[in-house]
């Protein structure tokens, strides 16, 4: 596994956390004592699902163990980056992340299936694929092999592309500049597309946008508005090229220290939660979508020609995709 690399800031808020909520008392799986609330940490601002998903979460959690386990909730990266708190989560310093599944490709291998473009054209078609007992199975393997206990999905519905240049067909792709994350596969998907994909953090996407740094990035509807990205876009194109998954994991260390009934509390939570997360999602989608038409930003939806030729572009991403995935997880993604 990885070094640790803790920010300074970090390692600091989370001494003081432990300090501060000692005071707390619960239940425990060593000593029947829960000495302090367990961080669920995430690198989202609170106005997401993301922040739902673990709010709910950490409700269920409370009301299944009669008060007995408490968890806080530590959004918007007070804790660390993505990457900071995978490996925090790994190291059993943070019991509970909540992601995006992009950033855990260079630690799972078998994530990367979820970086397989053009697949799924209805959220609820991946949802029922993630659920699928045979598939969710196979990837808890995976998880748990890289050190970390996989609770379960919920989603943010698709990415979408949003750009300062119209799509009106395939060949519009060509020469934009767009942001998009560290993932490898993603970075391929867009340069089968003939774009110009630009790795950039997160906080410089709005400037970038602004000043025409780039003309374009990608994000669910869900972070499109949270950061207020429309304002700096004249579309946004339904690209729909991948899910946007989000994914409750805990640390391996930590959950095999709990006792069955503190496990299962865990699962049943996290299954309430999920169901909460994925309606709330398609609520704030339908919002968020009149919210920028009203701005002025149009709406623009690929034809089924477009997406023929996207899905062709694609071929040696596929290809690369399942190089590093188990064969039974990306045909039962698939297929």
């Known amino acids: 596994m990885r070094n640790k690399k803790y920010s300074s800031t970090a390692m600091v808020l989370f001494a003081g956390f ?6 707390l008392t619960g239940c425990g799986s060593k000593n029947d004592e829960q000495r302090f609330a367990y961080p669920l940490c995430t690198a989202s601002p609170e106005d997401t699902v993301t922040q739902l998903y673990a709010e709910k979460f950490v409700e269920e959690v409370d009301r299944l163990s009669n008060g007995k386990i408490k968890i806080m909730v530590y959004p ?11 490996e925090s989560c790994y190291d059993g310093d943070i019991p509970f992340v909540i992601q995006n599944t992009a950033p855990q490709v260079s630690f799972i291998d078998d994530t990367a299936v979820f970086d397989s473009p053009c697949i799924f054209s209805d959220i609820n078609d991946v949802r029922e694929t993630v659920d699928n007992p045979q598939f969710l199975t196979k990837m808890q393997e995976s998880y748990r092999e890289a050190g970390f206990e996989l609770l379960g999905y919920a989603d943010q519905g698709f990415r979408v592309m949003s750009s300062n240049k ?6 519009d792709f060509k020469g934009q500049k767009i942001r998009t994350m560290e993932n490898p596969y993603q970075l391929a998907f867009w340069q089968s597309l003939k774009a110009n994909p630009t790795p950039m953090s ?8 602004q000043q025409n740094t780039i003309d374009a990035q990608e994000n669910p509807y869900e972070v499109i508005v949270s950061n207020r990205l429309y304002e700096q876009q004249d579309y946004v194109i339904e690209t729909n090229h991948v899910p946007h998954l989000i994914s409750l994991i805990v640390s391996e260390s930590f959950f095999l220290e709990l006792s069955t009934e503190e496990q299962q509390i865990l699962i049943e939570a996290q299954e309430i939660a999920k169901e909460y997360a994925r309606e709330q999602s398609d609520l704030r989608i339908d919002e968020r979508i009149e919210l920028i038409k009203e701005s002025g930003t149009q709406i623009l939806t690929i034809d089924e020609e477009t997406r023929s030729q996207m899905i062709e ?4 991403v596929y290809e690369q995709i399942q190089k590093v995935v188990d064969p039974e997880i990306y045909e039962l993604y698939t297929r």
């Open 313 to 316: 572009a694609s071929e040696k």
């Open 76 to 86: 918007n990266s007070v804790l660390g980056g993505d990457r900071e708190l995978l």
């Open 166 to 171: 119209s799509v009106e067909e395939f060949s």
């Open 202 to 209: 997160f906080s410089e996407v709005y400037i970038g946008l």
């Open 18 to 23: 432990i300090l501060v909520s000692t005071a």
